[in-house]
């Protein structure tokens, strides 16, 4: 199976469907606190995003935001269930990082919450690092930030 990740914007049809799937995932992962997390994930900042497609199907999508002149941030991972443990979310996140430090950027930050034990293990796995929550999870109990160096 042929793997095609794309660089496009947030009004690419399957970016938009991709997010829709993963804002549902996470209403239910998130329960309660969904409301505060989802606050912070409209896609009208992000300039850069991207979409896996396996014959030609969206099967995956992710992006990143500038966070300081360094520094990015990672948004919008997701890859629908059942194409899960085929290694396209490591696809989807290596072509992020590359692009960003084409761009000049030195690392990567991201938050993921502690309920989503997939993603914990996945990051883990890609390299980052726990480190201090920032930001708006500064105070977010259910909140786990990491760290990458970008090289």
Known sequence: MVLKIVKTSTSNP??????????SYLKITDGD?????NQFNNVDV???????????TAVG????KA????TIEIKRMFTLTEFRGQ?????????LEVWAHELGYKNSILETGKRQTEALQFYKKCKY????NYGQYKDMENSLCFKKILN
Do not use: P, W
């Open 87 to 95: 290694g396209i979310a490591a696809q989807i996140l290596k072509t």
């Open 61 to 64: 999508c992710g992006a990143f």
């Open 67 to 70: 966070f300081d002149k360094d």
């Open 129 to 132: 690092n726990v480190f201090s």
């Open 33 to 37: 606190e969904h409301d505060f997390y």
């Open 14 to 23: 399957d970016f938009i469907a991709l997010v829709k799937s993963l804002d």
């Open 46 to 56: 992000l300039k850069h995003t991207v979409v896996a497609y396996q014959n030609n």
